[in-house]
C-alpha cells in the first residue's frame, strides 16, 4: 500500500458541499491499495504511520507520533498514487488495486489506526472528493509498504 501523509494543523473532505471528515492537529493519509496488496499491508502500514514520529515535541522538533500528541487522522482514497507514467505523460492506473478489493483494504487499513487508538475521519471511497488542509511545517512523507513487507 501507498501512503502520502501529511502533518497537518486542521484538514477536511468534502462530498459535494457537505462536509464527511474533518480533523484538527493530526494527519491527513492519502491511500492507495496497489497490485498485490493484502491485510498484511494495511496492519503494517496503519502501524507505521500510528509510530510516525513526525509531530511536534515540547521543544518544536519532530519527536511525537501521532498517539503520542493525541492527534487525529483522516484517511481519504486516492488511487492516483498508483500513477504510471512511463509510458508518456497520461497517467496509467493499471497497478492500483481493483476497486472492491482497493474499498476493503482502505476499510482495514482505517480499522487498524483506530485500534491503535487514533481517533479516524474517513473520505468516501471511490467519491469526487474535495479536501482541504493547512499542512503543518509543510511536513509531507512518502510511505510505500513495499519497502518493508517481504513477498515470495
Not at 33 to 55: F, N, Y
Not at 119 to 136: K, Y
Amino acid at each position: 500500500m501507498r501512503a502520502l501523509v501529511q502533518r497537518v494543523s486542521q484538514a477536511r473532505v468534502e462530498v459535494g458541499e457537505r462536509a464527511i471528515g474533518e480533523i484538527g492537529y493530526g494527519l491527513l493519509v492519502l491511500l492507495c491499495a496497489v497490485e498485490g496488496d493484502g491485510e498484511a499491508e494495511a496492519e503494517l502500514l496503519a502501524q507505521k504511520i500510528a509510530k510516525l514520529r513526525i509531530l511536534r515535541d515540547d521543544q518544536g522538533k519532530m519527536n511525537r507520533s501521532i498517539l503520542d500528541a493525541g492527534g487525529e487522522a483522516l484517511v481519504v482514497s486516492q488511487f492516483t498514487l498508483a500513477a504510471d507514467l512511463s509510458r508518456g505523460n497520461r497517467p496509467g492506473f493499471s497497478r492500483a488495486a481493483a476497486p472492491d478489493v482497493g474499498r476493503e483494504l482502505y476499510g482495514s487499513f482505517c480499522r487498524h489506526l483506530g485500534q491503535q487508538g487514533i481517533a479516524v475521519e474517513t473520505g468516501e471511497f471511490g467519491a469526487e472528493m474535495a479536501v482541504s488542509l493547512v499542512n503543518d511545517g509543510p511536513v509531507t512523507i512518502w510511505m510505500d509498504s513495499n519497502d518493508w513487507v517481504k513477498r515470495p
